[in-house]
């Protein structure tokens, strides 16, 4: 079993900086892989970022080049560094572990980004 639990959402003007964290309960080796996901009003849940245990990146197109995804091993915690943000931004934002061929997702934290 992996508990995730989000912290850092936050209420914050187009352009600024939000630095989510995703905290696992269980040992990150066993984790394959973590992501960041968000689901906007009115919108179904979409893929944001993901990071491998072998730190394979991958992004959506919409995040590329301002949203950075990484892990902290020793900590069992997924950031997503969040720059440059817009209003089309706001969501609440879910953290999901990928583990023993199971997802695993967090409760969510809410971003709002006002223009």
């Known amino acids: 079993q992996v508990r995730l639990v989000e912290s850092g959402g936050d209420l914050v003007q187009a352009g600024g900086s939000l630095r989510l964290a995703c905290a696992a309960s269980?040992?990150?080796?066993?984790?394959?892989?973590m992501g960041w996901y968000r689901q906007a009003p009115g919108k179904q849940r979409a893929f944001v970022a993901r990071?491998?245990?072998?730190?394979?990146?991958n992004y959506a197109d919409s995040v590329k080049g301002r949203f950075t995804i990484s892990r902290d091993n020793a900590k069992y915690t997924v950031y997503l560094q969040m720059n440059s943000l817009k209003p089309e931004d706001t969501a609440v934002y879910y953290c999901?572990?990928?583990?023993?061929?199971?997802?695993?997702w967090g409760q969510g934290t809410r971003v709002t980004v006002s223009s």
């Open positions: 999901r572990a990928e583990a023993n061929l199971r997802d695993y």
């Open positions: 269980a040992n990150i080796f066993t984790i394959s892989a």
């Open positions: 990071i491998t245990t072998g730190s394979s990146i």
